[in-house]
């Protein structure tokens, strides 16, 4: 057997660069490259391995740990999870950055490569330089704590675990079903250790994902529910998404004639524009798209993990003989709500299922212009908000409604976290798939602006915008410094409402008067933020760090300053002050929060007894 010697990292990068993935019979390079932050516990070990033997890795200078893995997870999304960034740190302080990131990539299923460093396996030195001891188990180390926000963990405390090590990552990491973010923890020792690796590690390595295809037995149950019922709804996940299976959902609704609606993962799966399109589910959810899924006999979802906001809590399916029909290619998901489970591929399942009701004439008995008629008050009422001026300011709607209608319809919008996903998910109007990536199955504050960075690393050739409130812009905003570095421009559309303003309006709609999530200054004398507003420069914040800035105060500010950003060729922001509260409110729905039983406040009292009201309507399990 022919070996060649190399050390532990050395022989990681060699190995990532020949892992390919094929879909479909198309074949993708699945590691583009690895993002990093260098310290003692890993620039002698993996750092010495990309300066000299990456082969064809990119290497990317991430500025926080935090926010390059976002840009990784980011990518992935972008990429449909066929290609992915690893991202390697020290140990401690840096490794522990990543572990807010590795659940935002879990949670969203996104695969994510990570490579922290830790405590020399050897011991000899200890304790070294940022190292956790734990008296009672001397084995824990800081990257213990990715255990719990991991797909897959291991440790590799000799050279020869790689290969095992790698293996397993790569299973992890490649399988739609059970992807997320994958943790590799390398002692700074054995990064550096040597070993004769077989050269049959090395040899390019294929990964097939293979379409999942449905079971007949499983699509003849669903089949036997689905022609009963009169009145379905569509509910699109991400994993439509993902599946590329997009004409195929088109094709299943409209033999059928049901409507579609979307979760925040799968919106931009159907053009808004179409007919059987009623907008968007849930708590965050359109008039449209909330009225037809109380009035639903069954429920089809797909690809989606009915998260609490999909479900409005468990209280959006009204209907004493509703029934479920999950598609998806995870089991975990397709079983949820005592539904029947399809696990499968989207565009397999869809195929199928359509071929099965087709031949049983099935169709849907919804009263002709009823869709239409939900469609087009629901149009009429986003027109409303889109133009509807606030004689305070600037009104959040009225700037989404300008960039909505300004920007190209190819455009990428990235969001996370505040009041706007809720407002880009009720009224954000996408005709192509993938213009729209909202981070919200973990909704991370930080995300906005390194995930449009990664999305505009996977999408070089479309312009992508950071729609990011001034709070979360706060808490991250330092991959801004890094797509100057790389030269890959995007432009961050900062609404500027002076605080936590979402929490600020969810903590005041359950009796309370407003405490601790405004950016006032504090009056004298007192334990409340209640001063005037902090007046923060952010447009001359981005100018500091070499970015291109403007400031839009009306719509026609607006509208020229994204006009001019577009000509522009580095990355830009554009600041928009816009009064606080003036973003949507909720459309026949429920989101279910802890409300204090016992209060001095008899606002939160009474709060507390609706919830109780509310939970009685929700469904139990």
Known sequence: MRTIRLTMAQALLRFLDQQYVSIDGHETKFVRGVMGIFGHGNVTGIGEALEYSAGDLTYIQGKNEQGMVHTATAYAKQKN????????????????????????ATVNRIPVLLLPGDNFASRQPDPVLQQLEMTSDYTVSATDAFKSVSKYWDRIVRPEQLMSAATQ????????????????????????EAYDYPETFFEKKIHYIDRRPASQEAVQRAAAVMVGKKRPLIIAGGGVLYAEATKELAAFAEAFGIPVAETQAGKSAMPWNHALHVGAIGVTGALAANKLAKQADLIIGVGTRYSDFTTASKS??????????????????????????????????LNVLREVLVSREYTSSYETGYLSALKDEWDREVDRLYQAACAEGFAQTQALGVINATIDPSSVVVCAAGSLPGDMHRLWRSTEPKTYHMEYGFSCMGYEVSGAFGAALAEPGREVYAIVGDGSYLMLHSELVTSLQEGQKFTILLFDNHGFQCIHNLQR?????????EFRYREAGTRKLTGGYMPIDFAAHARSLGAVSYKATNSE???????????????????????PGTNTGSYESWWQVGVPEVSESSKVVAAHEEMKKNIQAAKPI
């Open 169 to 192: 990552a790569m299973r992890v990491l490649t399988d739609p079903a059970e992807t997320g973010a994958v943790t590799l923890a390398l002692p700074q020792d054995v990064q550096a």
């Open 316 to 349: 959006a399916f009204a209907n004493d003989d509703v029934q479920f029909i999950n598609i998806n290619i995870s089991g975990f998901d397709s079983s949820k709500l005592g539904g029947i489970s399809i696990t499968a591929d989207a565009k397999e399942a």
């Open 557 to 579: 500010e607006l509208k020229a300053a994204l006009l001019q950003a577009q000509k522009e060729t580095i990355t830009t922001l554009i600041e928009i002050p816009v009064v």
């Open 81 to 104: 999870r066929q290609q992915i960034y690893a991202c390697t740190t020290s140990i401690g302080p840096g490794a522990l950055n990543m572990v807010t990131a590795a659940a935002t």
């Open 509 to 517: 709609s359950q009796g309370s008067e407003g405490f601790g999530n």
